[in-house]
């Protein structure tokens, strides 16, 4: 039997306790409050629950899972275990592990109709990092070799993946501040999210609570507390609607084993990135560049464009103080990001200059290095250099976590790159394109 699927009607008398579960909400629905997020420690925050509000009346159903998503409102919350998995499924008979899901039905929808679902796993060939102990950050991830770029380090699903925005719809009977009807929001969320944790397994639970919460004085319930600290943003489930705030969820990764939670450290020049897959439903963390053995794993919670003290008081709800590099030197670190995002690309003589400037400052996760390198790449076909084209073709397929890469492997050849229709359409010598 599954969790979320079930075979038959004897099955489903037995086991409905277990299936997909639903919030149904119905009548006419006060407008959900998104208010702006507190942190830190906040006076009177979660010493009990608010008074002087009403939530609209919502009922938990458990529901036929061989029914389509699509039968229900898109805007219904659903509980879902993400792959279906064996009711008694342990991490020892089901290794690549299950996600408990809330999402909207029109999500859940998208999710099972991708090409591919579910997919199993794709794994590093071997291991290449270890658990040590970080200067000043606790517990990190060390590499244990020379860990090429674009190499796959690790792949795991998450334990939970919940709307990044609060979803109760609350009515206020008298006047609250602003700071009050966030406390009632939180209170609220947090009973939601207390029926996804009890479907945790055992294994995950335990993993859950563990994580760092850095929300714990300013209204957060325990689980919220948790998710808001250790989430990452995750758009694949986007349905294309108009609401973006409504189609973010965030996913809780642990990023290594059950038992130990790690922090693998903030940094504005990271090496690695993580990219989600729909078909497999999991995260993938790639080398970004060349990571020498020993190297201590870092990641960019954060934008990177931002200075160092937009990019600290960002951190800031989460308890982290970035020390890397480009923080320790922000003044010539901002100037030479300011330099190399805004520089343009008309000649090949430029996009090495931007490479160059975005490799010195440890960017190659953004999306300006992707361009680039695309810009150069097509600058070399328009001038009828194969070999140089087909090297930085090379290096844009080695990107695996990009959207689109794989368009670009016809062309990581000599003989590939004269069929690519820019193929010497610049062959001036005396113009700005054949510039080197």
């Known amino acids: 039997?599954?969790?979320?699927?079930?075979?038959?009607?004897?099955?489903?008398?037995?086991?409905?306790?277990?299936?997909?579960?639903?919030?149904?909400?119905?009548?006419?629905?006060?407008?959900?409050?998104?208010?702006?997020?507190?942190?830190?420690?906040?006076?009177?925050?979660?010493?009990?629950?608010?008074?002087?509000?009403?939530?609209?009346?919502?009922?938990?159903?458990?529901?036929?899972?061989?029914?389509?998503?699509?039968?229900?409102?898109?805007?219904?919350?659903?509980?879902?275990?993400?792959?279906?998995?064996?009711?008694?499924?342990?991490?020892?008979?089901?290794?690549?592990?299950?996600?408990?899901?809330?999402?909207?039905?029109?999500?859940?929808?998208?999710?099972?109709?991708?090409?591919?679902?579910?997919?199993?796993?794709?794994?590093?060939?071997?291991?290449?990092?270890?658990?040590?102990?970080?200067?000043?950050?606790?517990?990190?991830?060390?590499?244990?070799?020379?860990?090429?770029?674009?190499?796959?380090?690790?792949?795991?699903?998450?334990?939970?993946?919940?709307?990044?925005?609060?979803?109760?719809?609350?009515?206020?009977?008298?006047?609250?501040?602003?700071?009050?009807?966030?406390?009632?929001?939180?209170?609220?969320?947090?009973?939601?999210?207390?029926?996804?944790f009890d479907r945790l397994c055992p294994e995950y639970k335990t993993a859950f609570m563990a994580?760092?919460?850095?929300?714990?004085?300013?209204?957060?319930?325990?689980?919220?507390?948790?998710?808001?600290?250790?989430?990452?943003?995750l758009e694949s489930l986007q349905t294309g609607g108009h609401d973006r705030t409504r189609e973010m969820y965030s996913a809780v990764a642990l990023l290594l084993y059950l038992t130990t939670p790690v922090l693998i450290p903030p940094s504005r020049s990271p090496n690695t990135d993580a990219s989600f897959d729909l078909p497999s439903f999991s995260y993938r963390l790639f080398a970004i560049r060349e990571i020498h053995k020993g190297e201590e794993l870092t990641f960019a919670y954060t934008a990177l464009?931002?200075?160092?003290?937009?990019?600290?008081?960002?951190?800031?709800?989460?308890?982290?103080?970035?020390?890397?590099?480009?923080?320790?030197?922000?003044?010539?670190?901002?100037?030479r990001r300011a330099i190399s995002l805004s520089m343009q690309i008309d000649t090949v003589k430029d996009g090495l200059a931007k490479l160059s400037l975005l490799e010195e400052e440890g960017l190659q996760s953004m999306a300006e290095y992707s361009i680039a390198l695309k810009s150069v790449t097509e600058l070399y076909i328009a001038l009828g250099d194969s070999n140089h084209a087909s090297k930085y073709a090379r290096m844009l397929v080695n990107r695996p976590w990009d959207i689109g890469v794989e368009s670009i492997v016809p062309y990581t050849t000599p003989l590939g790159i004269e069929s690519h229709p820019l193929w010497r359409t610049k062959t001036n010598e005396g113009g700005r394109m054949a510039m080197k």
Not at 219 to 232: A, E, F
């Open 1 to 196: 039997m599954k969790r979320g699927f079930l075979n038959s009607g004897k099955a489903k008398a037995k086991l409905t306790k277990d299936t997909d579960k639903i919030a149904a909400r119905s009548g006419h629905e006060p407008e959900p409050q998104i208010l702006k997020r507190s942190y830190g420690v906040v006076e009177n925050a979660g010493k009990s629950q608010p008074e002087g509000y009403e939530t609209m009346k919502s009922t938990v159903k458990l529901l036929d899972p061989l029914a389509p998503a699509e039968a229900y409102d898109k805007n219904m919350f659903l509980y879902t275990t993400q792959p279906s998995v064996s009711m008694d499924a342990t991490l020892a008979s089901f290794p690549d592990g299950w996600t408990e899901c809330l999402l909207y039905a029109d999500a859940k929808a998208l999710l099972l109709s991708t090409p591919g679902f579910p997919s199993p796993l794709i794994r590093p060939s071997s291991r290449s990092y270890r658990l040590a102990s970080s200067p000043s950050k606790g517990l990190g991830l060390f590499s244990t070799r020379k860990i090429r770029a674009g190499e796959l380090i690790l792949s795991e699903r998450p334990l939970t993946v919940t709307p990044s925005s609060f979803g109760n719809k609350i009515r206020f009977m008298r006047e609250f501040t602003e700071h009050e009807k966030f406390q009632a929001q939180l209170y609220e969320w947090e009973q939601t999210l207390k029926i996804l």
């Open 211 to 233: 994580l760092a919460n850095s929300h714990q004085h300013d209204g957060s319930g325990p689980i919220g507390g948790i998710i808001r600290t250790n989430s990452l943003g």
């Open 305 to 335: 464009s931002p200075g160092a003290k937009t990019r600290q008081l960002k951190l800031e709800p989460y308890g982290f103080q970035c020390t890397c590099a480009a923080c320790r030197t922000p003044l010539e670190s901002d100037a």
